[in-house]
Nanobody, 120 residues
Framework: QVQLVESGGGLVQAGGSLRLSCAASGSFVNINAMAWYRQAPGKQRELVATITSGGTTNEADSVKGRFTISRDNAENTMYLQMNTLKPEDTADYYC??????????????WGKGTLVTVSS
């Protein structure tokens, strides 16, 4: 079984910064692509940023230049550095990972989310 646990959310004023973490644990072979998604109240879940196992990244236009995704493969952990936060960044942020499990299958897992609230 694989678990993804997000941390680092909280309340911050507009213009501030937060760093989210996503730690993977359990029994698996390795982690392929990872991603951050977010879901604001009353809206659909949207992709924020992705990172491959080799470190290639991609960010949504709405966060480009403000958010940076990274990962530490040795620690099975992914990060999202969020700078110059805006009230519209308020959402639950979810970790997503494509994991190769011990039966040699790639399965997609989700964390339970961490809430980021940006006050104006």
């Amino acid at each position: 079984q694989v678990q993804l646990v997000e941390s680092g959310g909280g309340l911050v004023q507009a213009g501030g910064s937060l760093r989210l973490s996503c730690a993977a644990s359990g029994s698996f072979v390795n982690i392929n692509a990872m991603a951050w998604y977010r879901q604001a109240p009353g809206k659909q879940r949207e992709l924020v940023a992705t990172i491959t196992s080799g470190g290639t990244t991609n960010e949504a236009d709405s966060v480009k230049g403000r958010f940076t995704i990274s990962r530490d493969n040795a620690e099975n952990t992914m990060y999202l550095q969020m700078n110059t936060l805006k009230p519209e960044d308020t959402a639950d942020y979810y970790c997503n990972a494509a994991v190769r499990t011990r039966d040699n299958r790639v399965r997609v897992y989700w964390g339970k989310g961490t809430l980021v609230t940006v006050s104006s």
